[in-house]
Nanobody, 122 residues
């Protein structure tokens, strides 16, 4: 079993910054990618940013140029630096560990964190 622990959410003013972090622990042989998704009230969960173990990144158009995702593969952690925050960034942010294997022959499984609230308001 794999656990994801998120930290760093909270309240920020428009134009401000927050940094989210997520650490995966447990029986981990490899993780294909890690990322962040978010879900605002009344909306579907959406991709925010994603980074593979090779360092290939993918961002939602709405956050490009404002958010930066990074990972420490050796520690199975992923961070999301969020700058120039906007009220529309308000949501619960979920960490994802994508295609986790606990051995070289095991099937891959996705794991989600419990979510951390980000509120952008003056």
């Amino acid at each position: 079993q794999v656990q994801l622990v998120e930290s760093g959410g909270g309240l920020a003013q428009p134009g401000g910054s927050l940094k989210l972090s997520c650490a995966a622990s447990g029986r981990i042989y490899s993780i294909y990618a890690m990322g962040w998704h978010r879900q605002a009230p009344g909306k579907q969960r959406e991709l925010v940013a994603h980074i593979t173990s090779f360092g290939v990144t993918n961002y939602a158009e709405s956050v490009k140029g404002r958010f930066t995702i990074s990972t420490d593969g050796a520690k199975n952690t992923v961070s999301l630096q969020m700058n120039s925050l906007k009220p529309e960034d308000t949501a619960v942010y979920y960490c994802l560990a994508d295609r986790v294997r606990d051995s070289i022959v095991a099937m891959a499984t996705d794991y989600w964190g419990q979510g951390t609230q980000v509120t952008v308001s003056s």
